[in-house]
Protein backbone atom coordinates (compact mmCIF):
# COMPACT_ATOMS: atom_id res chain seq x y z
CA UNK A 1 0.00 0.00 0.00
CA UNK A 2 1.02 3.58 -0.72
CA UNK A 3 0.55 5.76 1.61
CA UNK A 4 0.04 9.34 1.34
CA UNK A 5 3.37 10.66 2.82
CA UNK A 6 5.04 7.65 1.04
CA UNK A 7 7.02 4.95 3.10
CA UNK A 8 7.31 4.75 6.46
CA UNK A 9 10.68 4.38 8.35
CA UNK A 10 10.05 3.18 11.83
CA UNK A 11 12.87 3.75 14.19
CA UNK A 12 12.96 1.75 18.11
CA UNK A 13 15.36 2.48 20.82
CA UNK A 14 15.94 0.56 23.96
CA UNK A 15 16.79 3.12 26.93
CA UNK A 16 19.51 2.48 29.72
CA UNK A 17 16.62 3.02 32.07
CA UNK A 18 14.54 0.16 30.41
CA UNK A 19 11.60 2.11 28.60
CA UNK A 20 12.06 2.60 24.72
CA UNK A 21 12.29 5.91 22.19
CA UNK A 22 9.98 5.35 19.03
CA UNK A 23 9.85 7.40 16.09
CA UNK A 24 7.93 7.15 12.68
CA UNK A 25 9.42 9.07 9.93
CA UNK A 26 7.95 9.83 6.39
CA UNK A 27 9.11 9.40 3.32
CA UNK A 28 7.71 12.21 1.82
CA UNK A 29 9.66 15.57 2.97
CA UNK A 30 11.76 13.42 5.51
CA UNK A 31 9.17 14.33 7.93
CA UNK A 32 8.34 12.57 11.94
CA UNK A 33 5.16 11.19 11.66
CA UNK A 34 5.24 10.03 15.49
CA UNK A 35 7.44 10.36 18.69
CA UNK A 36 7.24 8.49 21.77
CA UNK A 37 9.06 8.35 24.94
CA UNK A 38 8.23 5.66 27.24
CA UNK A 39 5.18 5.06 25.73
CA UNK A 40 3.92 8.75 25.80
CA UNK A 41 3.57 10.72 22.82
CA UNK A 42 5.61 13.95 22.67
CA UNK A 43 4.79 14.59 19.41
CA UNK A 44 0.95 14.29 18.16
CA UNK A 45 0.75 11.79 15.86
CA UNK A 46 -1.27 11.59 12.42
CA UNK A 47 -3.01 8.95 10.65
CA UNK A 48 -0.35 7.39 8.05
CA UNK A 49 -3.73 7.01 5.63
CA UNK A 50 -4.15 11.29 5.46
CA UNK A 51 -1.86 13.91 4.06
CA UNK A 52 0.08 15.35 6.61
CA UNK A 53 -1.40 17.86 8.07
CA UNK A 54 -0.06 21.47 8.77
CA UNK A 55 2.97 20.58 7.68
CA UNK A 56 3.06 18.33 10.67
CA UNK A 57 7.35 17.77 11.10
CA UNK A 58 8.35 18.25 7.44
CA UNK A 59 11.55 19.47 6.57
CA UNK A 60 12.18 22.92 4.97
CA UNK A 61 14.99 23.10 2.36
CA UNK A 62 16.28 25.23 0.79
CA UNK A 63 14.24 28.12 2.90
CA UNK A 64 11.64 27.54 5.40
CA UNK A 65 8.57 29.67 6.01
CA UNK A 66 7.60 32.29 2.88
CA UNK A 67 9.01 34.38 0.16
CA UNK A 68 6.84 37.24 -1.01
CA UNK A 69 5.26 36.91 -4.10
CA UNK A 70 8.00 34.21 -4.45
CA UNK A 71 10.25 36.85 -6.07
CA UNK A 72 14.00 37.29 -5.07
CA UNK A 73 17.32 38.93 -6.94
CA UNK A 74 20.19 36.91 -8.17
CA UNK A 75 22.89 39.13 -9.41
CA UNK A 76 20.60 41.92 -10.83
CA UNK A 77 18.06 38.96 -12.45
CA UNK A 78 14.99 38.74 -10.89
CA UNK A 79 13.77 35.06 -10.08
CA UNK A 80 10.21 34.01 -9.72
CA UNK A 81 9.70 31.01 -8.16
CA UNK A 82 6.45 28.85 -8.26
CA UNK A 83 3.33 30.58 -5.74
CA UNK A 84 2.50 27.47 -3.67
CA UNK A 85 1.06 29.50 -0.97
CA UNK A 86 -1.48 30.95 -3.48
CA UNK A 87 -3.95 32.77 -1.29
CA UNK A 88 -1.37 34.97 0.48
CA UNK A 89 0.27 35.18 -3.43
CA UNK A 90 3.76 33.48 -1.37
CA UNK A 91 6.10 30.68 -1.69
CA UNK A 92 6.00 28.78 0.90
CA UNK A 93 8.58 26.53 2.26
CA UNK A 94 11.25 25.00 -0.07
CA UNK A 95 11.69 22.97 -2.64
CA UNK A 96 10.46 19.53 -0.87
CA UNK A 97 7.91 19.83 0.98
CA UNK A 98 5.99 16.89 -1.47
CA UNK A 99 9.67 15.26 -2.27
CA UNK A 100 10.11 11.32 -1.44
CA UNK A 101 13.92 11.19 0.15
CA UNK A 102 15.54 8.26 -0.59
CA UNK A 103 17.40 5.80 2.36
CA UNK A 104 20.97 6.85 2.57
CA UNK A 105 21.82 4.04 5.55
CA UNK A 106 19.72 2.90 8.12
CA UNK A 107 19.66 0.76 11.51
CA UNK A 108 16.90 0.19 14.32
CA UNK A 109 17.42 3.84 15.87
CA UNK A 110 19.08 5.84 13.10
CA UNK A 111 18.24 6.65 9.87
CA UNK A 112 19.68 9.00 6.81
CA UNK A 113 17.28 10.63 4.19
CA UNK A 114 18.89 11.63 0.92
CA UNK A 115 16.98 13.97 -1.72
CA UNK A 116 18.26 16.32 -4.58
CA UNK A 117 17.20 20.44 -5.04
CA UNK A 118 17.58 20.15 -8.99
CA UNK A 119 17.63 23.79 -10.40
CA UNK A 120 13.97 24.85 -11.61
CA UNK A 121 12.20 28.06 -12.46
CA UNK A 122 13.71 30.74 -9.53
CA UNK A 123 16.38 28.40 -8.27
CA UNK A 124 19.19 27.41 -10.69
CA UNK A 125 20.93 25.63 -7.96
CA UNK A 126 21.91 21.56 -7.64
CA UNK A 127 21.97 20.94 -4.15
CA UNK A 128 22.37 17.18 -2.40
CA UNK A 129 20.72 17.04 0.93
CA UNK A 130 20.41 14.63 3.50
CA UNK A 131 18.99 14.52 7.11
CA UNK A 132 19.73 11.92 10.03
CA UNK A 133 17.57 10.79 12.62
CA UNK A 134 19.18 9.52 15.69
CA UNK A 135 17.19 8.26 18.36
CA UNK A 136 18.45 8.80 22.11
CA UNK A 137 17.49 7.66 25.88
CA UNK A 138 15.59 10.76 26.19
CA UNK A 139 14.30 11.81 22.43
CA UNK A 140 16.00 12.13 18.99
CA UNK A 141 18.73 14.20 17.52
CA UNK A 142 18.37 15.64 14.12
CA UNK A 143 21.48 16.61 11.70
CA UNK A 144 21.05 17.72 8.22
CA UNK A 145 23.89 18.64 5.77
CA UNK A 146 23.85 20.34 2.43
CA UNK A 147 26.25 20.17 -0.73
CA UNK A 148 26.07 22.45 -3.34
CA UNK A 149 26.91 21.06 -6.22
CA UNK A 150 26.58 24.16 -8.34
CA UNK A 151 29.40 26.84 -9.93
CA UNK A 152 28.00 29.16 -7.93
CA UNK A 153 27.28 30.22 -4.32
CA UNK A 154 23.63 28.99 -3.68
CA UNK A 155 21.60 30.84 -0.90
CA UNK A 156 20.67 27.84 1.61
CA UNK A 157 18.58 27.82 4.86
CA UNK A 158 16.94 24.91 6.68
CA UNK A 159 13.82 24.39 8.72
CA UNK A 160 11.86 21.82 10.22
CA UNK A 161 7.70 22.31 11.15
CA UNK A 162 7.71 20.03 14.48
CA UNK A 163 4.52 19.99 16.37
CA UNK A 164 4.83 19.25 20.37
CA UNK A 165 2.52 17.01 22.78
CA UNK A 166 2.46 15.04 26.36
CA UNK A 167 -0.29 12.83 25.38
CA UNK A 168 -1.22 12.07 28.36
CA UNK A 169 -1.93 16.04 29.43
CA UNK A 170 -4.83 18.05 27.96
CA UNK A 171 -2.85 20.40 25.74
CA UNK A 172 -4.65 23.79 27.19
CA UNK A 173 -2.59 22.88 30.32
CA UNK A 174 0.65 22.91 28.94
CA UNK A 175 3.05 25.41 29.39
CA UNK A 176 4.94 27.16 26.73
CA UNK A 177 8.54 28.67 27.13
CA UNK A 178 10.31 30.26 24.45
CA UNK A 179 13.27 31.83 25.53
CA UNK A 180 13.92 34.39 22.15
CA UNK A 181 14.54 38.12 22.26
CA UNK A 182 12.83 39.32 19.51
CA UNK A 183 10.04 38.70 17.34
CA UNK A 184 8.78 39.65 13.36
CA UNK A 185 6.32 41.84 12.94
CA UNK A 186 3.96 40.67 10.22
CA UNK A 187 1.38 41.71 7.59
CA UNK A 188 -1.52 40.21 7.02
CA UNK A 189 0.70 37.95 4.14
CA UNK A 190 2.38 36.66 6.88
CA UNK A 191 5.72 38.15 6.32
CA UNK A 192 7.85 39.96 8.50
CA UNK A 193 7.99 44.26 8.45
CA UNK A 194 10.28 44.58 11.52
CA UNK A 195 11.71 42.92 13.93
CA UNK A 196 11.28 44.50 17.60
CA UNK A 197 11.73 43.27 21.34
CA UNK A 198 9.73 40.85 22.67
CA UNK A 199 7.05 41.91 25.13
CA UNK A 200 3.19 41.13 26.15
CA UNK A 201 1.67 38.29 24.92
CA UNK A 202 5.08 38.00 22.76
CA UNK A 203 7.27 37.58 25.30
CA UNK A 204 7.10 33.33 26.59
CA UNK A 205 10.47 33.24 28.24
CA UNK A 206 8.54 32.76 31.62
CA UNK A 207 6.16 30.30 30.43
CA UNK A 208 2.49 30.52 28.95
CA UNK A 209 -0.29 28.66 29.12
CA UNK A 210 -0.53 26.70 26.02
CA UNK A 211 -4.87 27.42 26.12
CA UNK A 212 -4.27 31.00 26.24
CA UNK A 213 -1.95 31.30 23.53
CA UNK A 214 -2.75 32.35 19.90
CA UNK A 215 0.36 32.38 17.75
CA UNK A 216 1.87 32.45 14.28
CA UNK A 217 4.62 34.07 14.64
CA UNK A 218 8.66 34.27 13.81
CA UNK A 219 11.17 35.01 16.57
CA UNK A 220 14.61 35.61 16.50
CA UNK A 221 17.69 36.66 19.06
CA UNK A 222 17.23 32.87 20.49
CA UNK A 223 19.35 33.10 23.53
CA UNK A 224 22.02 30.37 23.50
CA UNK A 225 24.34 28.58 25.96
CA UNK A 226 27.19 26.99 25.25
CA UNK A 227 25.84 27.02 21.49
CA UNK A 228 22.13 25.56 22.39
CA UNK A 229 19.06 27.17 22.56
CA UNK A 230 15.91 25.28 24.56
CA UNK A 231 12.47 25.99 24.33
CA UNK A 232 9.81 23.52 26.04
CA UNK A 233 6.56 22.93 26.63
CA UNK A 234 5.90 21.19 30.19
CA UNK A 235 3.01 19.50 31.77
CA UNK A 236 1.74 20.81 35.52
CA UNK A 237 3.16 17.63 36.90
CA UNK A 238 6.69 18.81 35.60
CA UNK A 239 7.63 16.20 32.87
CA UNK A 240 8.81 18.62 30.26
CA UNK A 241 9.47 18.41 26.58
CA UNK A 242 12.57 20.18 25.28
CA UNK A 243 13.19 21.38 21.35
CA UNK A 244 17.28 22.57 21.25
CA UNK A 245 19.08 23.85 18.14
CA UNK A 246 22.39 24.31 17.48
CA UNK A 247 24.15 27.94 16.80
CA UNK A 248 22.46 27.65 13.47
CA UNK A 249 19.34 27.65 14.44
CA UNK A 250 18.97 31.51 15.82
CA UNK A 251 15.18 31.43 14.53
CA UNK A 252 11.93 30.08 15.54
CA UNK A 253 8.22 30.30 14.51
CA UNK A 254 5.83 29.47 16.68
CA UNK A 255 1.79 28.51 15.70
CA UNK A 256 -0.60 27.53 17.82
CA UNK A 257 -3.85 25.68 16.15
CA UNK A 258 -6.86 24.21 17.09
CA UNK A 259 -7.40 22.26 13.04
CA UNK A 260 -4.94 19.55 14.13
CA UNK A 261 -6.46 16.33 13.93
CA UNK A 262 -7.12 14.16 17.52
CA UNK A 263 -5.63 17.65 19.27
CA UNK A 264 -8.04 20.24 21.07
CA UNK A 265 -5.21 22.72 20.27
CA UNK A 266 -1.66 22.08 19.26
CA UNK A 267 1.04 24.21 18.98
CA UNK A 268 4.34 24.34 16.49
CA UNK A 269 8.07 24.98 17.62
CA UNK A 270 9.84 25.15 14.46
CA UNK A 271 13.82 25.51 14.24
CA UNK A 272 15.21 27.92 11.61
CA UNK A 273 18.55 28.92 10.18
CA UNK A 274 16.63 32.15 8.74
CA UNK A 275 13.83 34.01 9.21
CA UNK A 276 10.66 34.33 6.48
CA UNK A 277 11.45 36.16 3.30
CA UNK A 278 15.20 35.76 3.64
CA UNK A 279 16.28 35.43 0.33
CA UNK A 280 14.82 39.03 -0.11
CA UNK A 281 16.33 40.63 2.79
CA UNK A 282 19.44 38.34 3.37
CA UNK A 283 18.61 37.88 7.40
CA UNK A 284 20.38 34.47 8.62
CA UNK A 285 21.25 33.28 4.88
CA UNK A 286 23.96 31.47 3.91
CA UNK A 287 25.62 31.69 0.64
CA UNK A 288 26.94 28.35 0.74
CA UNK A 289 30.64 27.85 -1.76
CA UNK A 290 30.75 25.23 -4.52
CA UNK A 291 31.54 21.96 -3.37
CA UNK A 292 31.19 23.13 0.02
CA UNK A 293 29.10 21.26 2.84
CA UNK A 294 26.93 22.43 5.64
CA UNK A 295 25.83 20.92 8.29
CA UNK A 296 23.55 21.80 11.56
CA UNK A 297 21.68 20.13 14.14
CA UNK A 298 18.80 20.22 16.29
CA UNK A 299 16.99 17.89 18.55
CA UNK A 300 13.89 16.52 21.15
CA UNK A 301 14.59 15.66 24.40
CA UNK A 302 11.74 14.37 26.50
CA UNK A 303 12.67 15.23 30.54
CA UNK A 304 10.92 13.47 33.99
CA UNK A 305 9.25 10.73 31.90
CA UNK A 306 9.63 7.47 33.45
CA UNK A 307 9.21 3.48 32.06
CA UNK A 308 5.51 2.52 31.92
Known amino acids: MTFATGEQFDLRRETSSGGTVEATITQVAAGIRRLRVHGVDIMPPYDESRPR ?21 LDGSQQQLALTEPAKNNASHGLLRFSPYSVGASTGSTLRLEATVFPQT ?5 LDTAVTYRLV ?16 AAPVAIGAHPFF ?16 TTRFE ?13 DGRYDLRGGVRLGDLELDTGFGGAVMHDGISEHSIAAPDGR ?3 VWGDDNFAYWQ ?23 DALNSGTGLRWLAPGATWEASWGVRADGFTPA
Open 137 to 152: DTGIEVTHTITNGSDA
Open 240 to 242: RVT
Open 186 to 198: SDDRSLPIGEVPV
Open 165 to 180: TIGDVAPEELTVRVNV
Open 254 to 276: VFTTELYPGQSKAVAIEPMTAPA
Open 53 to 73: PLGSGMILVPWPNRVRDGRWM
Open 122 to 126: GYPFL
